[in-house]
């Protein structure tokens, strides 16, 4: 980390005050978590400062196209049309205004003084351009974009200078949510088009709006990806000149390297080294909100691991406390399903479906109740059952301990298949690669607000978006429920539909969840002000990164 001798200051941030994320990113707002005050965002950077190291724990994406893939770096690069904030509210972004006009007409205005990095102002065009990209199923946000007309004439067109008009062949209650994701991320048209598939990549790279640009040969493979300062950002210039993001997955080199002061921070950080981070080190570990959760789900529509009985049965035999101390470390909480609380706490409709998560079971260990579930299954389980994890990732791997520990005491046998990353990886969207595999075990988060993400992904018929329905359930309440949810013209009415499909679906254990775990930050103690909730995912968190 270098500090800059350069005056330019806070004010930035002030200026814009009405429109931004500034308010909330001064004032975080603790709160209090049984032993574990959250936080949310840190008081914004007062101070330039010449260079900051980040590393990225997931590792070196492999494309920096917002329109093909989910990670830290592009939020930094690449707007959204709305702004997440760290509370996991939603403001404007480029967009001034987007809202339906009628139940299935979307009416985006945008703002008319945003400008890429290379200084060409945003238009209609490039917004429709963007949003398009994310209408094809090959891309990850195509879940979010499926009720949109088809026609390309009449789905997403420019109707005005500064106004993009979406429609639909059904309402959606979870479209303007999506929007403050990556799959509304901004893109110029005619770069991407001259780019064509290589966008994204080391060799091309992006032209975007965001408050840092990333430069002709600033992506070196391999190594490092160098960013700086869009010193005409909109929303106000960075305090950090040049952001450079070093790829560390490796948990204890980069734990040393981060408390010893060789990188400055990194979000998602190792919870097993928590007693290091609040040790004596070059920075502080701050704990937020997310939607983050760790569980395990079948892989297969036959054998035991397809029948909710047996899934009920593990659940009851495996101690969620017993998780949470070893696992995370005690960073994390008992999550009774598999939507977080986090995700519809900014919902207009958040006392419904909070009563809806309220009233949920609890999950208790009952190892005698389990044992009787297994014997009344009537399923064979003298095979053992295969359980997949990520080879190297160690929280997983103390996850699948656990569940082998838990399959044992109630007559279930299960073996652990540690793959390597990039087999891990494949199995979730080829089949073929799931031959032999009972249980998946993942982390995975919720980008955006809104519950009906994963539901739709683990719950619905193939036909209708259950991409990761490999068990093939299929209850007509819960899709009808779940559909009538998506299609609700006001928020009540998608809440009380979504209450009453998770009141069927959660016992059913789509997905086992053992625990909710919050965002772990760790930054250098000369550093403040990033984005340290979820929100990090869908919105410029180093915006506000500076000295104290």
């Known amino acids: 980390m ?32 049984g032993e574990v005050a959250l936080v949310d965002a840190q008081p914004a950077g007062t101070k330039p400062v010449d260079e900051v190291t980040w590393a990225i724990v997931e590792g070196e994406p492999a494309t920096l ?13 690449c707007d959204n049309l709305l702004s997440l904030q760290p509370d996991f509210s939603i403001q404007p972004g480029i967009a001034t205004t987007a809202e339906f006009v009628d139940p299935t007409t979307f009416v985006i205005t945008l703002r008319d003084d945003v400008t890429f990095w290379n200084g060409d ?12 990209q994310s209408t094809n199923p090959a891309s990850q946000w195509y879940g979010a974009f499926a009720l949109v007309d088809p026609d390309p004439a009449t789905g997403i067109t420019v109707t005005g200078p500064n106004e993009v008009t979406v429609r639909f062949v059904a309402p959606d209650s979870a479209f303007r949510d999506a929007l403050a994701g990556q799959g509304s991320a901004v893109m110029q048209e005619s770069f991407g088009a001259a780019a ?31 960013t700086t300062a869009n010193p005409d950002y909109w929303n106000g210039t960075p305090l950090v000149q040049k952001l450079t993001y070093s790829f560390v997955s490796d948990g204890p080199t980069l734990t040393t390297a981060l408390t010893q002061g060789d990188i400055d921070g990194a979000i998602n950080v190792a919870p097993s080294s928590r007693t290091t981070f609040e040790g004596d080190g070059a920075g ?3 704990v937020g909100h997310s939607t983050a959760s760790y569980s395990f789900g079948p892989a297969t529509a036959e054998g035991p691991a397809a029948d909710p009985a047996i899934r009920r049965a593990l659940s009851m035999a ?25 995700s519809f706490q900014s919902l207009d409709a958040a006392a419904t479906y909070q009563a809806g998560y309220d009233a949920l079971a609890a999950p208790a260990v009952n190892i005698e109740g389990a044992k009787k579930l297994v014997e009344e299954s009537g399923e064979d389980v003298s095979r053992p059952l295969v359980l997949a994890v990520p080879a190297g990732a160690r929280e997983l791997q103390q996850t699948a301990a656990i569940i082998q520990s838990a399959g044992a005491s109630i007559g279930l046998n299960i073996t652990i298949d ?71 013209t006001d928020a009540q009415s998608a809440a009380e539909s979504f209450v009453a499909a998770q009141e069927i679906f959660a016992p059913d254990m789509l997905q ?4 909710g775990s919050y965002q772990l930050t760790y930054l250098n103690k000369e550093l403040t002000g990033v984005t340290t909730s979820v929100a990090a995912y869908g919105s410029p968190w180093a915006l506000h990164l500076g000295g104290k």
């Not at 800059?4 to 209090?32: F, W, Y």
């Not at 102002?121 to 398009?132: F, M």
């Not at 969620?320 to 977080?340: A, E, H, M, N, W």
């Not at 086992?512 to 625990?515: N, V």
């Open 284 to 286: 502080t570990l701050t």
């Open 65 to 77: 196209n917002p329109a093909a893939s989910a990670n830290l770096i592009i939020p930094n690069l």
């Open 318 to 342: 495996i101690d969620r406390q017993q998780f949470l101390d070893t696992v995370v470390s005690g960073l994390g909480y008992p999550q009774k399903t598999i939507v977080p609380e986090f």
């Open 418 to 488: 540690a793959m390597q990353a990039s087999d891990f990886g494949a199995l979730f969207y080829d089949p073929s690669r799931r031959d032999g595999v009972d249980f998946v075990a993942t982390q995975g988060y919720l980008e955006t607000p809104g519950v009906l993400g994963y539901p739709s992904l683990f719950m619905l018929p193939a036909a209708q978006g259950g991409v990761f329905n490999w068990s093939e359930y299929d209850n007509p309440e819960v899709t009808a429920d779940l559909m009538a949810a998506r299609t609700a």
């Open 121 to 132: 102002p945003v238009t209609a065009e490039d917004v429709a351009y963007s949003l398009r």
């Open 196 to 226: 064509g598939g290589a966008v994204g990549t080391s060799d091309v790279g992006l032209m975007c709006t965001g408050p840092f640009e990333l430069a002709p040969g600033g992506w070196k493979p391999g190594s490092e990806i160098e």
């Open 512 to 515: 086992i969840t053992l625990a």
């Open 2 to 33: 270098k500090r800059s001798a350069l005056a330019i200051g806070a004010l930035a941030c002030v200026t814009v005050l009405a429109l931004s994320a500034c308010a909330p990113r001064d004032e975080p707002n603790p709160q209090s978590s």
